[in-house]
């Protein structure tokens, strides 16, 4: 079973669509990270956090310590969204990210 | 804004031959480490480094890779051996500090073995 799982595998939306992707974890962690990935195959760090919520923009990151979940949230959803976007967990006593496979998220006009 | 850059960004080589990535971190960063993805999955940590030591590898780290920061400045992964299943796009990311800090990723090595 894989320690980080992330739901949709694969999303569709029309531009000004509001987007959810989650991740649900089955390991302690210290933190969380939401990550970026173009189809260039760069790697961009979107938030890192180990309670609560973040807002950046257009993007909502919340996660629930108790429930092992976190949620992505994209508003007012654009074509440029369109994108991998990656969960991954930072565990105790390690520096070492543990991914999930990704979300591949596309946003037509 | 400072970035972390990687060298080069395709490489192709021949199965056995000796392949050295090349990172270059954000200058105050201390903490370096290597991932790798390989086409169609998902990304997987190879090694952290700190204090010119490994602080943790995976499996997939054998004696077939090494890590060094030669000149105080580049971070590099050889690779002594390549074989075709090291086919995959090589990250590396670095932190200021261990801990709840964020990584900061390159934007990868393609490498390709023939």
């Known amino acids: 079973k894989n320690e980080v799982e992330q739901s949709p595998q694969n999303l569709t939306a029309q531009e000004g669509e509001f987007i959810t992707i989650n991740c649900s974890y089955s390991v302690g962690i210290s933190a969380l990270h939401w990550l970026q990935q173009h189809p260039g195959g760069g790697i961009v760090s979107l938030f890192m956090l180990s309670s609560g919520k973040k807002k950046h923009g257009r993007l909502i990151a919340t996660i629930n310590i108790q429930e092992k979940h976190s949620s992505l949230h994209i508003t007012a959803s654009h074509p440029r969204d369109s994108a991998v976007y990656i969960c991954?967990?930072?565990?105790?006593?390690?520096?070492?990210?543990?991914f999930g496979t990704g979300t591949r998220s596309q946003v037509f006009p | 804004e400072p970035e972390v850059t990687q060298t080069p960004s395709h490489q192709v080589t021949q199965m056995g031959q000796e392949v050295i990535l090349r990172c270059v971190p954000i200058s105050n960063h201390l903490y370096f480490y290597w991932y790798r993805q390989i086409l169609g999955q998902k990304v997987e940590f190879l090694v952290s480094f700190y204090n010119n030591e490994i602080s943790e590898k995976s499996e997939i780290f054998d004696d077939q890779f090494s890590v060094e920061r030669p000149d105080g400045s580049n971070f590099t992964l050889k690779i002594r051996s390549t074989k075709l299943e090291d086919s995959a796009m090589y990250f590396c990311a670095t932190s200021r500090r261990e801990g709840n800090n964020e990584q900061f990723f390159g934007p990868g090595t393609r490498l390709t073995v023939l």
């Open positions: 991954a967990v930072r565990t105790y006593n390690t520096d070492k990210l543990i």
